[in-house]
């Protein structure tokens, strides 16, 4: 499974991105997919994430509220709606899946998101 994300970029704070993550090659419907982010000199964390069916999503507490996680199985998808950001929002977001039940094993490139005070 290859993961390729795009979307990132500069914006202002309040400001919204959408980050997207193409899925290809060995691609299954029943992935959980996620969105991590690292910030620099911190640890990778997991923001959100979401089963196959849609359901099940996860978001990390500091982003609740501000960012959605949603997938579109037919195109192989899975989107991060970023609103209202904030300057400690700024890092590079990795998506990844699941592929061993509770291992992320797959995982795409980073696309850095910065976001000005």
């Known amino acids: 499974v290859q993961l390729q994300a795009s979307g990132g970029g500069l914006v202002h704070t309040g400001g919204s991105l959408r980050l997207s993550c193409a899925a290809s090659?060995?691609?299954?419907?029943?992935?959980?997919m996620g969105w991590f982010r690292q910030a620099p000199g911190k640890e990778r964390e997991l923001v959100a994430a979401?089963?196959?069916?849609?359901?099940?999503?996860y978001a990390t507490d500091s982003v609740k509220g501000r960012f959605t996680i949603s997938r579109d199985n037919a195109k192989n998808m899975v989107y991060l709606q970023m609103n209202s950001l904030k300057p400690e929002d700024t890092a590079v977001y990795y998506c990844?899946?699941?592929?061993?039940?509770?291992?992320?094993?797959?995982w795409g490139q980073g696309t850095q998101v910065t976001v000005s005070s």
């Open positions: 990844a899946a699941v592929g061993t039940p509770g291992r992320w094993d797959y």
């Open positions: 090659g060995r691609t299954k419907n029943n992935y959980r």
């Open positions: 979401i089963n196959w069916s849609g359901g099940g999503t």
